[in-house]
């Protein structure tokens, strides 16, 4: 089956600019997950979904960071504006059904650097 | 609050040498706990979960309740399995909808 896709892999932007990272989990996954990963640390959520409703957000920047995933499929994630402590590795995972059994399938990441 | 630890940033040993990384958590309620392993240039994955009690690539961890651990082991190392791996525990009931909380990581390079 084919994996998780997020878009882009690189991105680099100036400190104060807005970015958007895309994903697209394995298809008939109803549950939806953003982990960001700064350097040298393991991955920390920041967002969750099951189908097209939050699940869980209480690590999420709400003042610059933003998330939605409309009709239950693809998401979307937008930081505006960045700042340099923001520069990580932005993850993506999807399952099944989000169980605490569930296993999760990661994307390739997007890495992004803010100047 | 929830937390897990790797004490162990990196761990080196040579080929057919035993393995563990060492894994503790931190939890108020019933965790189900999992390593996850990242290759070179590969996406993260799932290596394996306490729940299913199995061996993987030789792999094995064992809960351990009483000291809140759950080390990763294997007997013979290979250098294939030099890698970063990752220890995580989610809530094994409730509504966490299987939150993933990470170590740090421990990268293990094994020496011909």
């Known amino acids: 089956e084919a994996g998780v896709a997020q878009s882009p892999r690189y991105k680099i932007i100036e400190k104060r600019q807005s970015v958007a990272f895309w994903c697209n989990p394995i298809s008939g996954h109803a549950t939806l997950y953003w982990y960001q990963q700064i350097l040298g640390q393991g991955p920390k959520l920041l967002i969750q979904?099951?189908?097209?409703?939050?699940?869980?957000d209480s690590q999420l920047p709400k003042d610059r960071f933003s998330a939605e995933r409309l009709k239950g499929v693809d998401s979307t994630l937008k930081i505006q504006p960045a700042k340099l402590e923001d520069s990580a590795v932005y993850l993506c995972a999807s399952s099944w059904t989000g169980g605490a059994n569930t296993e999760a399938f990661f994307g390739q990441g997007t890495r992004l650097t803010v100047v | 609050a929830q937390r897990v630890t790797q004490p162990e940033k990196l761990l080196s040993v040579f080929k057919g040498a035993p393995v563990e990384l060492k894994c503790n958590y931190s939890?108020?309620?019933?965790?189900?706990l999992f390593w996850y392993v990242q290759y070179s240039r590969q996406r993260l994955q799932l290596l394996l979960r306490h729940i299913s009690r199995e061996s993987i690539k030789g792999f094995t961890a064992d809960l351990n309740k009483g000291e809140t651990s759950f080390h990763l082991k294997k007997p013979f190392a290979q250098e294939e399995d030099s890698a970063m791996y990752y220890c995580a525990l989610t809530n094994a009931g409730g509504t966490s909808y299987g939150k993933l909380t990470f170590g740090q990581g421990t990268i293990l390079t094994v020496h011909p």
């Open positions: 939890y108020s309620g019933s965790p189900e």
């Open positions: 979904f099951q189908n097209n409703g939050v699940v869980d």
